[in-house]
T-cell receptor
Framework: QQQVKQSPQSLIVQKGGISIINCAYE??????FPWYQQFPGKGPALLIAIRPDVSEKKEGRFTISFNKSAKQFSLHIMDSQPGDSATYFC??????????FGTGTRLTVIP | NAGVMQNPRHLVRRRGQEARLRCSPM?????VYWYRQLPEEGLKFMVYLQKENIIDESGMPKERFSAEFPKEGPSILRIQQVVRGDSAAYFC???????????FGSGTRLTVV
């Protein structure tokens, strides 16, 4: 049973465009929602995270939008660059225990 | 600060052999988590350990898999009598106390031939 559903599975964006990745969850006990970036052959690295008491968090070109009532959250990458090409995972944490990951989105930014 | 160290980076085993994967957490981190990543899939939680204790092993297969985090030394994920389906990337993460501060290692890629 997938605790966190992520879409799309893959995404191709032109350089300078906006990349949008969506996630949804059911467990209302989740209280922390991080996004991880993974390059081939590397481990996931924390990119940005949000708690459900805010609706948006922005760090540089990366923004998380959070809709608590819909139990959905999304990652927006503004001015996407070829160096952003990677696999992105959303995740959720409940009660400070293990992370539940989405299935990942492979982003390709075309020059 | 060397980060989370996993070794080996690549491991090839024949069916029926044992695989031992090691994870040294970041300095100051006493919580270790193991995840498995199959090709084109997300990361699946396997086990959560603190020093000398297994806190949550709900994601561990019931047979052939075991994990430990001794008082001294790295955390070990052991897979006995490996099968082809065990081929995957195994990632270790550590945190100082909760899942809010995860740092992942670079993983061990296990290939069973």
């Amino acid at each position: 049973q997938q605790q966190v559903k992520q879409s799309p599975q893959s995404l191709i964006v032109q350089k300078g465009g906006i990349s949008i990745i969506n996630c949804a969850y059911e467990n209302t006990a989740f209280d922390y929602f991080p996004w991880y970036q993974q390059f081939p052959g590397k481990g996931p690295a924390l990119l940005i995270a949000i708690r459900p008491d805010v609706s948006e968090k922005k760090e540089g070109r990366f923004t998380i939008s959070f809709n608590k009532s819909a139990k959905q959250f999304s990652l927006h990458i503004m001015d996407s660059q070829p160096g952003d090409s990677a696999t992105y995972f959303c995740a959720a944490v409940a009660e400070a225990n293990n992370l539940f990951f989405g299935t990942g989105t492979r982003l390709t930014v075309i020059p | 600060n060397a980060g989370v160290m996993q070794n080996p980076r690549h491991l090839v085993r024949r069916r029926g052999q044992e695989a031992r994967l090691r994870c040294s957490p970041m300095k100051g981190h006493s919580h270790v988590y193991w995840y498995r990543q199959l090709p084109e899939e997300g990361l699946k939680f396997m086990v959560y350990l603190q020093k000398e204790n297994i806190i949550d092993e709900s994601g561990m297969p019931k047979e052939r898999f075991s994990a430990e985090f001794p008082k001294e030394g790295p955390s070990i994920l052991r897979i006995q009598q490996v099968v082809r389906g065990d081929s995957a990337a195994y990632f270790c993460a550590s945190s100082p106390g909760t899942a809010y501060g995860y740092t992942f290692g670079s993983g061990t890629r296990l290939t069973v031939v």
